[in-house]
C-alpha cells in the first residue's frame, strides 16, 4: 500500500490580471482584475514505503508548490492527497509527527538560539525519549559531524553548517515520509557529498525521500525513481535506469590520433557510425547505437584503421536527457 497517494491533484493561485508598465500597475490600483493561474495540474503520484523519489522541473514548474500540497501546508483546489492514510492539509498535527521537511530556502531553527536548543524544543513537541534523542544526535554526529556546531547560535552558522542543523531538525523525530526542496542548493561539494551519503543512508534505514533537487548528481546518487514536472504537469515516472536506457540511445568515442586522420574516407568506409572530426586535427569523435554495435566491436574497427594515442567512451548524460524532456523533445 502506498505510504503517499495524490489523485488529481491540482493547485491553482489567483494573480493580478495588469497590463505592463507604469500605466498597467496604475490601471491595476484603480480597477483590480484577477486571473487563475494553475501551478500544479491534475497530477497523480503514488509513493511506496522505502522509496527514494526525485522530483524534478524547471524554474516555475511547480515542485515547491507539489511539496507543499503534499505536507498540508498549502490546501488543493482540485484533487486529493493522502499520506498514511490522512489527509495532510485536515490532520496537520498528526501528520506532523510522520514527516519530515526540510526547504533548503528557509530555516527552521531558531534564529537566536543555539542549534542544540532548537532541537531541545522540536524534541519536547514531538516528544521524543531521551534515549532515542541521544541515540539519533549521535548518528547525525558520526553521519554529518553537526556535534562542533550544537553550541553555535543559528544566526553564526556558515550555509552548509546551517543545512545539516536543519536536516538533523527535520529527522530529530524519525519521521517515515521526507520530503526535501532543494537540500544542497548552495552547498560546496564537499559538503554536498556528506549529505547525499547521509540521504543514501536514511534511505537504506527505510525511510522513503521525496527529494527536489535542480542538481542531477544529488538525483542519481540517492534517488531510484525520477518524477518530471514541466508547467504543472507529470512529464515522466519512472526509474531512473529505465529513462536512461529509453533516451541514451548512442554512445560515443572519442580519439586522439598520433597522426590527422582523412574523416571523410572514414565515414564512407564506416556508414553506420557517425564520424566527427575533433577541434585539433589529429581529434576524431565516433558516435554510434549501442543498440546495433557492442562498444567492442566499434573499437576493434576503429584500431584496426587507425593509431589511437588515447581514447575515451562517452555518452549523454542524463543532464541532456531531462533537458530534451523540459524542451518537450521526449515523450515516455
Ligand atoms: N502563492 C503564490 N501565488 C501566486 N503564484 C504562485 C504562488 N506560489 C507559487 N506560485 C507560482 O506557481 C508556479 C510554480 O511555483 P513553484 O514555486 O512551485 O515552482 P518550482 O518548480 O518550485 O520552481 P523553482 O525551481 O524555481 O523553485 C510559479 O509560476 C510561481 O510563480
Request: hydrophobic share 40%; glycine share 6%.
Amino acid at each position: 500500500m502506498p505510504i503517499l497517494e495524490a489523485s488529481s491533484l491540482s493547485k491553482r493561485f489567483r494573480r493580478p490580471d495588469k497590463e505592463s508598465g507604469f500605466k498597467g500597475a496604475v490601471k491595476h490600483l484603480m480597477q483590480r482584475k484577477y486571473k487563475n493561474f494553475t501551478a500544479v495540474d491534475s497530477i497523480d503520484l503514488q509513493i511506496e514505503p522505502g522509496e527514494a523519489v526525485a522530483y524534478v522541473g524547471p524554474n516555475g514548474a511547480g515542485k515547491s508548490t507539489t511539496v507543499k500540497l503534499l505536507t498540508g501546508i498549502l490546501k488543493p483546489s482540485d484533487g486529493t492527497v493522502r499520506v498514511m492514510g490522512r489527509d495532510p492539509h485536515v490532520e496537520r498535527v498528526a501528520n506532523a509527527h510522520d514527516i519530515g521537511v526540510l526547504f533548503g530556502q528557509r530555516t527552521q531553527l531558531w534564529w537566536d538560539l543555539p542549534v542544540e536548543e532548537s532541537l531541545k524544543l522540536l524534541k519536547h513537541m514531538y516528544g521524543v525519549s531521551d534515549a532515542d534523542y541521544k541515540a539519533r544526535l549521535e548518528k547525525f554526529d558520526e553521519l554529518l559531524n553537526l556535534g562542533e556546531y550544537l553550541p553555535a547560535l543559528a544566526r553564526t552558522l556558515s550555509l552548509g553548517q546551517r543545512m545539516r542543523a536543519d536536516l538533523a531538525c527535520a529527522l530529530i523525530h524519525a519521521p517515515k515520509m521526507v520530503y526535501l526542496d532543494e537540500p544542497t542548493i548552495g552547498l560546496d561539494i564537499s559538503v554536498k557529498d556528506r549529505l547525499r551519503a547521509f540521504l543514501r543512508q536514511i534511505v537504506d534505514d527505510g525511510t522513503t525521500l521525496l527529494l527536489t533537487s535542480h542538481d542531477l548528481a544529488d538525483i542519481e546518487e540517492v534517488c531510484e525513481r525520477i518524477v518530471v514536472i514541466d508547467e504543472g504537469k507529470i512529464a515522466y515516472d519512472g526509474p531512473i535506469e529505465e529513462l536512461k536506457a529509453h533516451y541514451i540511445t548512442t554512445k560515443a568515442v572519442n580519439l586522439v590520433l598520433a597522426e590527422p586522420a582523412d574523416v571523410p574516407a572514414l565515414a564512407e568506409k564506416f556508414p553506420d557510425y557517425d564520424w566527427a572530426a575533433g577541434e585539433a586535427a589529429s581529434e576524431v569523435t565516433v558516435t554510434y547505437e549501442p543498440a546495433r554495435f557492442s562498444t567492442a566491436e566499434v573499437l576493434g574497427d576503429l584500431t584496426a584503421q587507425l593509431l589511437p594515442r588515447d581514447l575515451s567512451l562517452s555518452e549523454p548524460s542524463i543532464e541532456d536527457v531531462i533537458r530534451r524532456l523540459y524542451a518537450g523533445e521526449l515523450t515516455k
